[in-house]
């Protein structure tokens, strides 16, 4: 086999879009920016991938999603505070929205159609 060379017939390109959009979702704009986190070569960065290669990350990026979903959502709890305190109680959905996780709050916020990026 040739240097650079993938082992394997290549990926279909519905696998390919499957992968890039599971990818999006994850919070990536496309296979360069995912190639870090995911320990993509450059040969993936670029987008080609083998058929099992593709099928191993599509499967690794939905059990990530499965289990975001699946993530405990902790219930907001009325704060009980004493006027002495001076200090005002969160309302829930703020309570809960501190308590989600970077991830969920990213997920929930493509599943409505917002773009999401890093902060720089």
Excluded: C, Y
């Amino acid at each position: 086999m040739a240097f650079g060379q993938s082992a394997g017939p290549a990926a279909s390109g519905r696998q390919v879009r499957e992968l890039l959009e599971l990818l999006s979702n994850a919070g990536h704009a496309d296979f360069r920016d995912a190639r870090g986190p995911m320990g993509f070569n450059q040969r993936q960065a670029g987008g080609r991938f083998t058929a099992d290669e593709a099928a191993q990350f599509i499967d690794q990026l939905q059990t990530a999603e499965h289990e975001a979903e699946q993530a405990p959502v902790l219930a907001p709890t009325k704060a009980t505070v004493t006027a002495s305190s001076g200090v005002e109680p969160l309302p829930d959905a703020e309570r809960a929205l501190r308590a989600a996780s970077t991830k969920s709050l990213v997920l929930e916020l493509r599943r409505r159609g917002w773009t999401v990026t890093r902060p720089k």
